[in-house]
Nanobody, 121 residues
């Protein structure tokens, strides 16, 4: 079994910064593409950023230049550095990962439960 656990959310003032983490644990053989999604109240879920196993990244236009996605493969951990935060960044942020397990070697998509980010003065 594989579990993803996010941390680092909270309340921050506009213009501030937060760093989210997503730690993967369990019966993991290999982790491929990882990413962050967010969902604000009353809005559709939005893909924020992705990173491949070789470090290639992609960002939503709304966060380019402000957010940075990274990963530490040795720690099986994904990060999202969020700078210049705005009120419209307020959402629940969830991580997603494509993981090949050790039990049956199958590749599956796993989701974390999410962490709340609130940007408000």
């Amino acid at each position: 079994q594989v579990v993803l656990v996010e941390s680092g959310g909270g309340l921050v003032q506009p213009g501030g910064s937060l760093r989210l983490s997503c730690a993967a644990s369990g019966s993991i053989f290999s982790i491929y593409t990882m990413g962050w999604y967010r969902q604000a109240p009353g809005k559709q879920r939005e893909l924020v950023a992705t990173i491949t196993s070789d470090g290639s990244t992609n960002y939503a236009d709304s966060v380019k230049g402000r957010f940075t996605i990274s990963r530490d493969s040795a720690k099986s951990t994904l990060y999202l550095q969020m700078n210049s935060l705005r009120p419209d960044d307020t959402a629940v942020y969830s991580c997603i990962a494509n993981i090949q397990g050790t039990i049956d070697n199958r590749l599956r998509v796993y989701w974390g439960r999410g962490t709340q980010v609130t940007v408000s003065s």
